[in-house]
């Protein structure tokens, strides 16, 4: 399965936003999109979900068009965890996880054992069987999130598109789902903050600035101190470790006015 921008800008108004996007999402790798505040990272994924259309260039999903597929096509093919991602609705978290198998569901395809035993499995991996049964407005930020999570691998999609998905999640629950997102045979593309989390889960980063790929690479390649600063404007040092490892440490003002004085 495959997910290109082809030469996509995007904007609101006259205002530019994404400017002349080219990325070829390779399938299976875990590919992390990296940028500051507004660089553009929740616009180019909702894109890449097709709930947005590029004002110049195109969206392929398997070499076609995404526009030119219906929701129920994609829906199959590619799902999409956004960053404020809410349901007013009053539904269980199991519910939750059930509206993933929606996009299988039809008059031909009634609910079936199967999808009973997908919902388990998601229940399980996102560690939220315990809560299964509870109001989806009594559980905490977290909690909610690995279930819009767990919605998505019940969709059973060939790419995984995460916006931010370790928002509201405790260091355990981060780690926890971007490990189990990874062992997943999925390509997964996922917008993160967390530069050591990228350097730890990443096949390669795409970095976002103001609109622009500017980098795109592997993690030792791309998360270098100069980059870091012109694009975060913040000082650190880079450890690497084994055959293609490599973490970051943020120097505190201080220090980095000690080291440019
Ligand atoms: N519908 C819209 N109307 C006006 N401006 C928009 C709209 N959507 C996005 N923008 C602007 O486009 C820019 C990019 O926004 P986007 O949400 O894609 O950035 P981001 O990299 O995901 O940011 P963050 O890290 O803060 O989540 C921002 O300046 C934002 O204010």
């Known amino acids: ?16 936003i994404l400017k002349n996007v080219s990325l070829d999402v390779r399938g ?22 097709g709930i947005r259309k590029p004002k110049s260039g195109d969206i392929l999903l398997d070499g076609e068009p995404i526009g030119a597929l219906g ?5 199959r093919r590619l799902a999409l965890v956004e960053q404020q991602a809410e349901t007013g609705e009053r539904i269980t978290a199991r519910q939750a996880v059930e509206l993933g198998r929606t996009p299988y569901l039809g008059a031909l395809s009634p609910w079936s054992a199967n999808d009973e035993a997908i919902v388990d499995t998601v229940l399980a991996n996102v560690d939220m069987t315990h809560l299964a049964d509870r109001s989806w407005h009594t559980l905490s930020g977290g909690e909610r999130q690995r279930l819009h999570i767990g919605r998505a691998l019940a969709q059973q999609p060939g790419i995984l598109l995460l916006d931010e998905p370790t928002n509201h999640l405790d260091i355990g629950h981060q780690i926890g789902l971007l490990d189990l997102v990874r062992r997943q045979e999925l390509t997964v593309v996922a917008a993160l903050h967390d530069l050591n989390h990228a350097a730890m889960f990443c096949d390669r980063i795409a970095v976002l ?16 101190p100069t980059r870091i600063r012109d694009v975060f404007g913040v000082d650190a040092a880079i450890d690497r470790h084994g ?7 943020y120097l505190r003002p201080e220090k980095q006015k000690a080291l440019v004085s």
């Open 243 to 249: 055959a293609d490892g490599c973490s970051i440490r």
């Open 28 to 49: 299976g790798e875990f590919l992390g999109i990296i940028g500051p505040n507004g660089s553009g990272k929740t616009s180019l994924m909702a894109l890449f979900a």
């Open 209 to 224: 600035h103001s609109g622009q790929l500017i980098a795109l690479g592997t993690p030792r390649d791309v998360l270098t």
């Open 71 to 75: 929701r129920r096509e994609v829906a």
């Open 1 to 16: 399965m495959t997910l290109s921008a082809r030469n996509v800008s995007w904007g609101v108004g006259n205002v530019p």
